[in-house]
């Protein structure tokens, strides 16, 4: 039998990191059909815009007069300085894409109307349409590398600049849009001062520890960061951020390798001196969120320090439960969510808690995003488990 | 005529002329109940494959074509470097980079994950699909 329908070629054939974003995500529609997630509340909790399209005005914003003069002095005389001036940013990151493979990730370089607005505002409000999410934290790209600058000082000035810019040219184009600022880090009182510059702004949600590897996070001079931010109520997030640089990816020969692995040791690292050295106790109201780590890793990390702990108890005197309780206390994003073996997966969500401490996000526009419907499909979950993850413990962790 | 199916009873639709996809080509398709569909030729030899990757239902066949790659190893062991093999061409879901190969439509590395095929039938300039 020979029927006919109506076959049209796709306008878009191949996607490139030309195509729209809404083409990108067409498919992202099918889950918001098939699980109504039009009426579940969507807190996107990591997710990216590329501030290189507006280094040019970030630079303006640096406060020290040599060191902008320097980036733009940079910007009109070095070739390709136009994006990049002053920045920490890496060759062997450029081998996220894949090779092109995966496009959204190079770049987004679909056109958009002129409005005088920063095209990002545009973009992610693109990306929000396409998945449904009602409210989502932006976060820079190459900016959050800046823990891993070599020069302190240019570093410190840089996220101080970029900071005041998303403020003013971001956060008040649309009130769906929120962020976690990331703290000056290496200058604790820099960091002071950063909380309580924004602290009171309606759309920063929380403070963010960005890629540090070098610093150790339990260190008496920012004890005053954390009693700020639990006196305000505000939760300090750690964003992982992947390097070639650590010892041990220094070895390895595949971006994948660095991927796997980079991200996961920096969150681990932070979060064991965070245990260890008590800091749940110290300071029994401070929200925290370990974010872009996946969650493989925690039931690993659960078993692992509990295990030391109780041999060792006299070197983390502070404690007053088992590590994993102290765990079980804090929140987590969920991507990139490991679905390759539900059992595992789902003893994962027992250990942590998950239906209480897992926030969704997207990461979009990242090459390992998961949409919304990521979260809706996993067998295991009760309804109600699933709109915590998707928006309800968000909306606790960030008074929203 | 190229024939590739083991679903024959299902119904024919007629989906796009031959001149529509080229050798090494592809055209994607929307018909008209939701269904998209890629074909692809390869060889002379027509493919067709839902527009709907099995890892996050991402639009693998608006993806790019690029061949598969091999890692060349020498005797004892070592490698030789990579390289790519044009008798495997992939197609490279765009969402997160999910390779299935353009021939049987199976991840490149677990074949057991796979996009949906259909049969394909070309006839007198018309290329029909079994639905
Ligand atoms: S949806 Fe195709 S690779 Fe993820």
């Not at chain 1, 490139?16 to 195509?19: E, G, H, Q, V």
């Not at chain 1, 320097?70 to 920490?88: D, K, T, V, Y």
């Not at chain 1, 606790?396 to 929203?400: A, E, N, P």
């Given at each position: ?14 996607i490139?990191?030309?195509?729209h ?15 109504g ?25 640096v ?26 940013y ?8 894949a ?15 002129d ?8 973009l ?12 989502q ?46 703290l ?33 996070v ?9 009693a700020?931010?639990?006196?305000r109520?505000?939760?300090i ?11 041990m ?7 994948l390798?660095?991927h796997a ?57 502070l404690?007053?439960?088992l ?5 079980r206390?804090?929140?987590y994003?969920?991507q990139p ?32 995003f998961?949409?919304?419907g ?21 909306r ?5 | 005529?190229t ?16 001149d529509?996809?080229?050798?090494g ?27 709907l ?40 879901c ?18 057991s ?19």
């Open positions: 039998m020979t029927t006919t329908h109506q076959p049209k070629p796709l306008p878009t054939q191949e490139t990191t030309r195509t974003t809404a083409d990108i995500l067409a498919n992202a529609r099918r889950d918001t059909d098939r699980y997630l039009d009426k579940v509340f969507i807190c996107d909790v990591d997710s990216h815009h590329a501030e290189l399209n507006s280094w040019k005005d970030i630079i303006s914003y406060e020290d007069p040599v060191l902008r003069d320097i980036a733009q002095q940079m910007m009109i005389h070095r070739p390709q300085a136009g994006q990049l001036a002053l920045s920490n890496k060759a062997g990151l450029a081998l996220q894409d090779g092109a493979r995966i496009p959204h990730q190079s770049g987004l370089a679909e056109s958009v109307p409005t005088g607005d920063a095209r990002d505002v545009e992610v409000r693109r990306a929000m349409d396409a998945m449904s999410i009602d409210v934290v932006v976060f820079p790209q190459p900016m959050l590398e800046i823990g891993l600058h070599p020069e302190k000082g240019i570093a410190v000035q840089l996220m101080k600049a970029y900071n005041r810019w998303f403020v003013e040219n971001v956060l008040p184009k649309d009130p769906r849009i929120k962020t976690m600022l990331g000056p880090f290496e200058d604790p009182q820099a960091s002071l001062e950063t909380i309580r510059e924004f602290g009171d702004h309606p759309d920063v949600l929380g403070f963010l520890v960005t890629s540090q590897r070098h610093a150790g339990h260190r008496n001079e920012y004890m005053p960061l954390y700020e931010l639990e006196e109520g505000l939760p997030g750690f964003h992982a951020g992947p390097t070639w640089e650590d010892s990816t220094s070895t390895m020969n595949r971006f390798s660095v692995m980079s991200f996961v040791t920096c969150n681990m690292t932070h979060l064991t001196n965070w245990i260890v050295n008590g800091i749940p106790e110290r300071f029994p109201r401070l929200k925290t969120i370990w974010i872009e780590s996946g969650l493989a890793w925690l039931p690993f990390m659960m078993q692992r320090l509990d295990h030391e702990y109780l041999m060792r108890q006299s070197e983390a005197p404690l007053r439960r590590p994993s309780d102290y765990m206390q804090m929140y994003t969920s969510i490991e679905i390759t073996d539900m059992a595992l997966l789902e003893s994962t969500f027992n250990a942590m808690n998950a239906k209480d401490t897992l926030l969704y996000s997207s990461d979009w526009p990242h090459w390992d998961d949409v919304p990521r979260i809706m499909g996993i067998p295991f979950l009760d309804e109600q488990a699933k709109l915590n993850i998707l928006g309800g413990n968000a606790k962790v960030f008074d929203l | 005529m024939v590739n199916t083991e679903k024959s009873r299902e119904a024919w639709t007629l989906v796009a002329r031959s529509d996809v080229a050798e080509g592809r055209q994607v398709i929307e018909l008209g109940n939701d269904v998209q569909i890629g074909l692809f030729r390869f060889k002379g030899k027509l493919y067709a494959y839902e527009n990757c099995p890892h996050q239902s991402g639009p693998a066949c608006q993806g790019r074509m690029v061949d598969g790659v091999r890692e060349r190893i020498e005797e004892g062991g070592r490698s030789a470097g990579l390289a790519f093999d044009k008798d495997d061409p992939h197609i490279v765009p969402w997160h980079g999910f390779e299935y190969r353009l021939t049987t439509g199976e991840h490149a590395g677990v074949p994950i796979r996009l949906r095929g259909f049969g394909v039938r070309e006839e007198g300039g018309d290329i029909h699909v079994a639905l």
